[in-house]
């Protein structure tokens, strides 16, 4: 590490700030597939003339945006990227994003006080920043789910519960792999209405059953022979997940099997180096949570009741399996 490397550390927010700011002010929208001025935009986005037109300026000079006699467009390469209406459309990871920045702008606080920082909503408000914060987690998922469900053999089950399974990507890629399997999301109510959407009318709508409820409080439906913890264990302490784990317990039949993905650390925390940053992330957002070994996710499997625990696949981020079996 020299000089010139700390410096381009300290002030890599700064680009991830310009264009998440353009995506939260819908500014990709606004333009569309047009060429436009910069008092048009101004019109359209209802904002401040000089204030847009430096954000304009930034986003041009990343490559954002196009330039052309002081009339600004979104690249023709990025255009599916950045629209709303566009099924492979990277804008909800944006919104999650930012909602990160403004949390880790207080980790000095939060490591002083050991108190997550306190919530704080974007211009698009608290239900807007929940509903994205869902969606961009199927858009982190979807490019790894198959890949990794190869790795894992793929498991066999004939009914799979996943649990905090949002919006239902990977019920679908198990589903994918187990045509005649069927499967139960089970997630809090915003997240179930999410997976309704993306299986009303598809080939899956009457092999999949959504359940709301809250896997603090309520117990989980029971009868599955397969159970999968998609990035959850990170946003507890293992007190929780031994709960949660229990209760994932009692929800199998007798022999049934869980699957936990998430980063799985060396024993030093310091490898694989995106997990020790994601530790970070679960201190300044959530008053529990972290990342763990797999000798410690081991151990609260075994304690849950679980026995044979496997590291099944190793990943340098969130793809890591942990598996066990129903003692």
């Known amino acids: ?31 569309g597939d047009e060429s436009l001025g910069l008092d048009e935009l101004v019109d359209r986005l209802e904002s401040d003339r000089r204030a847009t037109r430096i954000l304009l300026d930034a986003l041009a000079s990343l490559g954002v945006l196009d330039k052309q006699a002081d009339r600004y467009s979104v690249p023709e390469a990025l255009r599916t990227l950045l629209n709303a209406a566009s099924p492979g459309n990277v804008l909800p990871m944006l919104y999650h994003r930012m909602n990160m920045v403004r949390r880790w702008s207080r980790l000095a606080w939060v490591v002083k006080s050991g108190v997550p920082a306190a919530p704080e909503s974007s211009i698009r408000g608290a239900e807007a920043d929940r509903a994205a914060f869902v969606a961009a987690m199927h858009t982190f998922s979807l490019p790894h789910a198959e890949r990794l469900i190869d790795q894992l053999g793929p498991p066999r089950f004939t009914h799979l519960l996943d649990v905090g399974g949002a919006s239902g ?34 080939e899956f709508a009457d092999r999949v059953a959504l359940v709301a409820g809250d ?8 009868g599955a022979d397969f159970a999968w913890l998609g990035a959850i264990v990170h946003q507890h302490s293992r007190e929780d997940n031994r709960r949660l784990l229990a209760k994932v317990r009692a929800a199998l039949v007798p022999g049934g099997r869980v699957a936990i993905r998430d980063v799985v650390m060396e024993a030093s925390r310091i490898e694989p180096p995106l997990g020790a940053l994601f530790a970070v992330n679960m201190l300044v957002g959530t008053a529990t949570g972290g990342t763990f070994t797999f000798d410690e996710l081991a151990e609260d499997l075994e304690a849950a009741g679980f026995t044979e625990p496997t590291l099944a696949v190793r990943d340098a981020g969130m793809n890591s399996v942990v598996t066990a079996a129903k003692r």
């Open 169 to 202: 990507t990977w019920t679908l890629a198990l589903l994918r792999a187990m045509p005649g399997a069927t499967a139960t999301i089970f997630d809090l109510p915003d997240a179930v209405e999410q997976a309704a959407r993306r299986l009303a009318g598809s």
């Open 215 to 222: 896997f603090y409080e309520d117990d989980l439906p029971g």
């Open 1 to 31: 590490m020299d000089e010139a490397q700390l410096h381009e550390i300290s002030s890599a927010f700064m680009p991830g700030c310009v264009v998440a700011a353009a995506a939260e002010l819908d500014l990709f929208s606004a333009l």
